[in-house]
C-alpha cells in the first residue's frame, strides 16, 4: 500500500488504525493473565532473591518487610552453606546434568532398537505390539512414579520378588541377599569406582520403562520416511546388515532424533516426578535434582528467599543448556540436510 | 505405518491375516520371525509387568497390608479395595469422588480457560503481522522451558496476600482451589499458545484469502473459517491440558495440602505410599491408582494418534 494514512479520507483512516490494533487485541487476554500469574511473580522472584524472604514476611497477619541481604542468598547456595542436611550444590547440579545426559542416551538408543524391530518387514502382530508398547505414555507420571517406589521396596517389592523368583530358576536360594537389595535407601554404591547409589540405577530403570516408547515413536516416523530403493541400493552394493544401519538408517533418523533428543534432555532435567515421589531424594539427597531441591526449600523450609535465588540458577543453567544444545543441533544440522 | 494393499474385496478373516503377517509382499525366514517374537513379546513383557502387577494386587482380598508374593490372579479375588477407597481411601473423611471433583475443577477450569485465551493469542502469533511479534514470541517460549516449580514459588507468595470477600464466602485465594486453577493456568497457557501455533501454521491460508476476499473482516476469519479448521488442534491442546490439571501435584499440594477437605487426587495418592502410608495397605494403593488413571489413560489411548504428536512436542511440564 503506497497511501500514507494522512492521505486517506477519514473513515479509512480509523479502520487502518483499528487494523493496525487488532493483532493487539487478540494477544491482551493471553498477555494479561500472562503478565499477572506469570511475569509479574517471575520478577517477584528475583526481587525476593535479594532479601531474607520468610514466612514471616508474607502472613496475611502483621507482615513485616524483608530486610535487603545483597547476593546472601546465592553465596549461600554456592557455598552450600545452607541450613538443611547432605546440600551440596555442585554435586546436585553434576548429578542432574548427568542424569538428564543418562537418560537421555539409554531412551534414545533403546526408542530406536525398538523401532527398528518392528520396522522389520514382514513381523507378525506389528500393530498389536505398537498399540501395546504405547501403554507407559497413557498414564499419568504421578502415578507411574509412586507405583515403581513400590515396586523397589525390599521386602514387598516386585523387583525383588521378581529377583527371587529368576534365582529360584538357576538354583539360588531366596533369601540370597542379592533378592533383597534395598533399592531406594541403600547407602553405599553398588559399583565401587562409579559415584552412583542403586536408586540412580533403580530411577533409571523406571525412567526408562517410562521414556523410551515416546523415542520409538519419532523413530518409527523417521524409518517410514526412508525410501526403501536406498536399501535396495546398498544390497546391490553388498552392504551388510550392519553397513545398511549405519550409512543409510542412522543418517535419517538423525534430524528427527536430534531435536527430540534436546528437548528429552530439558524435559529429564526438569523431572519432578521420579525424584521426588519415587526417591524422595535417598540416599542421603543424593538422588536430589534442582527442581525438587528448589521445591523441599519452599514447601519443606520455608525458606522462600533461597529457593528464589534458587530458581534464578536454574533459569541461568537452563539458559545456558539451551544455548550449548541449539549450537549442537546446528553444527550437526548442516551434514544431516 | 506399513501401507496395507489389501484389496476391497477381500474376506474380513484373510485381511485380518494378512495384518498379521505384516501384510508385505516379502515374507521373513520363520527362523528370524521367532527370534523377532521372542524379542518382542520380552520388550512387551517389561511393559505390562509394572501394569499387571499393579491390577493384581488391587483385586487382592487379603487385606494384609504389604504383598508376600508375585500373585497373577491372588485366590479369592475380590474388589474390596476398590470399595474400600471409594468411599474412604485417606485418613481423611473425603470420599474418592470428593477428590475427584476437586481434580476436575482444576483440570476444567485451567484447560478451558488456558486454550480460550490461548487460541486467540495463537491466531495472532501465526497470522497477523505486529511490531514486537518475535520477542513476543521469545518470551513464551522462555516461560514454556522453565519447570514450573521456578512460576509456582514467587506465586504462592503473591497470591497468599488476596483476601476475597464475595457472595458470602470469605477465604484466602492461595488456599482454594481457584487459586490452584491460577498456578495450572499459569503452566498451562505457555504451551497452548505454542502448541495451537504450530498447528495454524500448518493450515493453508488460502480459504482466509478467499474469505478476506468476499469482504469477512478478521474477526469473522478468526471465527468462521480459523477456528472450526482448528477444533482438532484445541481438542488435543485441552485435553493434555486437562490431564495436566487432573494430575497436578506440585501447586495443588504447597496451596492446599493443609486443607484435606480441598485435597485431590494425586495429594491422596501421595499420601499412600511410602513413610506416610503406614496404614494402607498395598491393594487399596493399587486400586485407587487404577481409579486415578483409568479415565483418562482409556481416553489417550484410543486418541494416541493425536495425542502422542502433541507430548512429543512438549505436552509434559515436570
Known amino acids: ?337 | 505405518m506399513t501401507t496395507i494393499a489389501t484389496p476391497r474385496r477381500m474376506p474380513f478373516v484373510s485381511r485380518a491375516f494378512a495384518r498379521a503377517r505384516g501384510g508385505d509382499e516379502r515374507r521373513m525366514p520363520v527362523g528370524r520371525q521367532i527370534v523377532m517374537q521372542v524379542i518382542c513379546i520380552f520388550i512387551l513383557l517389561t511393559v505390562l509387568f509394572p501394569i499387571i502387577w499393579i491390577f493384581s494386587m488391587s483385586i487382592d482380598p487379603r487385606n494384609i497390608s504389604r504383598p508376600d508374593a508375585l500373585n497373577l490372579i491372588p485366590q479369592g479375588a475380590s474388589l474390596q479395595a476398590y470399595a474400600k477407597v471409594l468411599d474412604h481411601p485417606t485418613n481423611n473423611p473425603i470420599s474418592f469422588l470428593g477428590l475427584m471433583a476437586n481434580s476436575l475443577k482444576i483440570a476444567l477450569a485451567s484447560s478451558v480457560i488456558a486454550v480460550a485465551i490461548g487460541v486467540t493469542a495463537a491466531y495472532a502469533f501465526s497470522r497477523l503481522r505486529f511490531r514486537g511479534r518475535e520477542s513476543l514470541m521469545i518470551a513464551i517460549l522462555g516461560v514454556l522451558m522453565l519447570p514450573s516449580v521456578a512460576v509456582i514459588i514467587p506465586l504462592y507468595v503473591f497470591i497468599n496476600q488476596f483476601k476475597i470477600d464475595f457472595a458470602g464466602l470469605s477465604f484466602n485465594l492461595r488456599a482454594s482451589l481457584v487459586g490452584v486453577s491460577l498456578a495450572v493456568i499459569s503452566g498451562q497457557l505457555p504451551f497452548a499458545i505454542w502448541n495451537l501455533k504450530g498447528y495454524l501454521d500448518t493450515i493453508p491460508k488460502d480459504l482466509e484469502e478467499a474469505a478476506a476476499v468476499d469482504g469477512a473482516s478478521q474477526n469473522q476469519i478468526f471465527l468462521r473459517v480459523v477456528l472450526p479448521l482448528a477444533v482438532p488442534a484445541v481438542a488435543v491442546t485441552a485435553f493434555l491440558g486437562f490431564l495436566g490439571g487432573w494430575t497436578e501435584y506440585l501447586t495443588a499440594f504447597m496451596f492446599i495440602g493443609g486443607n484435606p477437605n480441598d485435597w485431590t487426587l494425586s495429594i491422596a495418592l501421595n499420601s499412600m505410599v511410602g513413610g506416610f502410608a503406614r496404614t494402607t495397605t498395598w491393594s487399596e494403593f493399587a486400586a485407587f491408582a487404577i481409579l486415578f488413571a483409568l479415565p483418562v489413560s482409556v481416553v489417550f489411548f484410543f486418541f494416541q494418534r493425536y495425542l502422542v504428536g502433541g507430548l512429543a512436542v512438549g505436552g509434559v511440564k515436570g
Do not use: C
Open chain 1, 1 to 337: 500500500m503506497a497511501t500514507t494514512s494522512a492521505a486517506l479520507p477519514q473513515p479509512a483512516r480509523t479502520r487502518r488504525v483499528r487494523r493496525n490494533m487488532q493483532p493487539y487485541l487478540y494477544l491482551l487476554p493471553a498477555f494479561i493473565v500472562m503478565g499477572i500469574i506469570t511475569f509479574y511473580p517471575l520478577l517477584f522472584q528475583v526481587w525476593m532473591s535479594f532479601h531474607d524472604f520468610g514466612l514471616k514476611n508474607f502472613r496475611t497477619v502483621n507482615p513485616v518487610p524483608a530486610p535487603f541481604i545483597g547476593l546472601d542468598n546465592y553465596i549461600r547456595i554456592a557455598e552450600s552453606q545452607l541450613q538443611i542436611p547432605n546440600f551440596e550444590f555442585p554435586r546436585l547440579v553434576l548429578f542432574n546434568i548427568w542424569w538428564a545426559f543418562s537418560n537421555v542416551v539409554v531412551h534414545v538408543v533403546f526408542g530406536v532398537l525398538v523401532a527398528v524391530v518392528l520396522n522389520t518387514k514382514g513381523l507378525m502382530f506389528r500393530g498389536i505390539y505398537r498399540a501395546l508398547f504405547i501403554l507407559p505414555v497413557v498414564i499419568p507420571s504421578i502415578i507411574v512414579a509412586t507405583v515403581w517406589r513400590n515396586m523397589f521396596d525390599p521386602d514387598a517389592g516386585a523387583v525383588n520378588f521378581l529377583l527371587q523368583g529368576i534365582g529360584g530358576l538357576v538354583g539360588i536360594a531366596a533369601d540370597n541377599p542379592l533378592f533383597h537389595l534395598n533399592w531406594l535407601r541403600q547407602s553405599n554404591d553398588p559399583i565401587p569406582f562409579i559415584p552412583l547409589p542403586l536408586a540412580y540405577f533403580a530411577m533409571i530403570t523406571a525412567n526408562t520403562w517410562l521414556g523410551w516408547p515416546l523415542n520409538a515413536v519419532v523413530a518409527t516416523g523417521a524409518l517410514q520416511s526412508i525410501p526403501g530403493d536406498l536399501y535396495e541400493a546398498a544390497e546391490m552394493d553388498g552392504a551388510s546388515a550392519w553397513q545398511k544401519f549405519r550409512t543409510v538408517t542412522i543418517p535419517f533418523l538423525r534430524p528427527a532424533m536430534l531435536p527430540y533428543a534436546i528437548y528429552g534432555f530439558v524435559i529429564t532435567f526438569n523431572l519432578f516426578f521420579l525424584p521426588y515421589f519415587m526417591t524422595s531424594g535417598e540416599p542421603f539427597g543424593r538422588t536430589e535434582i534442582l527442581v525438587t531441591q528448589a521445591y523441599r526449600l519452599a514447601q519443606e523450609r520455608q525458606l522462600y528467599g533461597v529457593a528464589a535465588a534458587f530458581s534464578v540458577y536454574l533459569f541461568f543453567l537452563l539458559l545456558l543448556i539451551t544455548l550449548i544444545t541449539n549450537r549442537l543441533a546446528k553444527a550437526t544440522k548442516s551434514y544431516a540436510d
